[in-house]
């Protein structure tokens, strides 16, 4: 057996090994390319983008990381915007009113991000391993040794990190040991691309009749994915499937299967609510569905994935370059585990509403629906929750309010705008206009110095993911420059 680090060359560990080229994988290991850090990306399967994908939202949230990458604007000509997102019955969720530059939610393929990423992360010098299966590991206090078969062959990779993006089955997670709890909630699940006969009113079509719910979105090349499920007709997922079972399950809780023919593809699958319980194994990471899975309700899957690797792309390449001590990756974790937990109750919760039959879940539905549609409060960490514009990470005792917040997308003094700094990936570090202070301390290589556009006077450290690290406005610009200095060198 031959061990080569991720790069090819021998002995050489301040790499890092990404196993999985879904969004989250791509994503990833194309933001630590673009740090300068060397990435190999392993995937079993042939270099192929996918169509039979299930993700077709991309969020407010996610559309800002990708405008941190250069990558948004184009993505929305794939796509189409949707201003009003139906959740079930008559509950919707109003986008328009979104404090964000992306003021809806974007329907488009799966197949469509996963392009963008991997343009990205082949130009960003990406080493791709294909038809490239990992079949387990070994970590010891100097890096991780990857064990992995191509074709007949087997050999080992080394490098400094491993990070896990592969799936649900994730080998990465097996290979560490970790339990994966949780249940199967929907079973016998029905997927088909269809030609229709008939368009449908709405971007996207969704509704629950009973013990019955649909769901049809465009690809845009005249196909359309329909996920159909019958809680009445419980199955196994290998029983066999024809177009005419689909047809049936969409005229119960649609009124009308859209005259649905010429099918290029249909299968059934289960949807499982799982965590794994730790998100970090020593130098070993988990992202996106190898650390969590939950229902596609709400489309919150792909994006809570590809906000993982936002999350720690940054750190992990700030710690590969010695610019940050390796506890920086507990935060990884501790930031998104809560998270991923939030999304399972959330996205849990739409499925069982929406699927309610008895008279107090029904009432339960009602209440619901009633304090989103009329409380702003309620409204309001909706919208957040399923767009991802609401979540915040902790604080440490007695900072600043904004410290842990999402920072939105403000207007800087030469015209530009935060999320357009933000793609150099760096922090950046917004001041009072004409002031330098603490601006003036930090490294030019890791930090981006500007100014508000407006008159404020507070002085904003941002995180390379678009959160804020510190936050100050008193006047005494020794005790600023010391707060800064001091949090980005924690962060």
């Not at 050489?12 to 994988?25: D, E, Q, W």
């Not at 507990?330 to 739409?350: C, W």
Request: overall charge neutral; hydrophobic content about 40%.
């Amino acid at each position: 057996m031959n061990t080569t680090d991720s790069t090819g060359g021998t002995g050489r560990t301040g790499s890092v090994i990404v196993v999985g080229a879904g969004p989250t994988g791509l994503l990833l290991a194309g933001d630590l390319a673009a740090a300068g850090v060397p990435v190999t990306l392993v995937e079993r399967r042939p270099h192929q983008i996918s169509n039979l994908s299930r993700a077709f939202a991309v969020h407010a949230r996610t559309l800002e990381q990708l405008d941190a990458r250069g990558l948004a604007d184009e993505l929305e000509t794939k796509g189409q915007q949707l201003q009003r997102f139906r959740l079930f019955g008559s509950l919707a969720l109003q986008l328009d009113e979104l404090p964000s530059r992306f003021k809806h939610l974007l329907v488009v393929p799966q197949y469509e991000v996963e392009k963008l990423l991997e343009r990205r992360a082949v130009d960003a010098g990406v080493d791709f391993a294909y038809e490239t299966e990992m079949t387990g590991l070994d970590q010891d206090a100097d890096g991780v040794s990857v064990h992995v078969r191509t074709g007949g062959e087997t050999r080992d990779l080394r490098a400094a990190y491993v990070v896990g993006t592969d799936g649900m089955r994730s080998s990465v997670r097996t290979a560490l040991g970790l339990p994966f709890p949780g249940k199967s909630v929907i079973r016998s699940v029905l997927l088909a691309d269809v030609r229709l006969a008939d368009q449908p009113d709405d971007v996207l079509t969704v509704n629950t009749v009973g013990d019955a719910f649909a769901f049809i979105a465009p690809f845009g090349d005249g196909y359309y994915r329909v996920i159909a499920w019958n809680r009445a007709h419980d199955v196994p997922d290998d029983a066999p499937l024809d177009l005419d079972e689909v047809r049936e399950t969409a005229r119960l809780a649609l009124g009308q299967d859209y005259g649905m023919h010429d099918a290029r593809w249909l299968s059934r699958f289960h949807s499982d609510e799982r965590q794994a319980p730790k998100y970090r194994v020593g130098r070993v990471m988990l992202a996106g569905d190898a650390a969590h899975v939950h229902t596609p309700a709400g489309g919150q899957g792909m994006n809570t994935g590809m906000q993982d690797a936002v999350n720690l792309g940054w750190k992990l390449a700030a710690v590969v370059d010695g610019r940050a001590d390796e506890a920086l990756l507990d935060t990884y974790e501790a930031e998104r585990h809560p998270v991923g937990k939030a999304v399972l109750r959330s996205s849990g919760g739409i499925v069982r509403l929406a699927m309610a039959k008895r008279p107090w879940t029904l009432a339960a539905r009602s209440a619901v629906s009633a304090a989103v549609t009329h409380a702003r409060p309620a409204r309001s960490r909706a919208v957040g929750q399923v767009t991802g514009l609401g979540f915040a990470y902790a604080a440490p005792r007695g900072a600043h309010r904004l410290v842990g917040k999402r920072v939105p997308d403000v207007r800087l003094a030469d015209g530009g705008r935060l999320y357009e700094a933000l793609r150099e990936g760096k922090f950046v570090l917004i001041q009072p206009r004409g002031t330098n202070g603490p601006g003036e301390l930090l490294p030019k290589e890791a930090a981006v110095v500007t100014h508000w556009a407006s008159g404020r006077d507070l002085v904003l450290l941002v995180r390379p993911d678009g959160y804020a690290a510190w936050a100050g406005n008193t006047l005494n610009h020794s005790d600023l420059s010391k707060g800064v200095v001091e949090n980005f060198r924690w962060t």
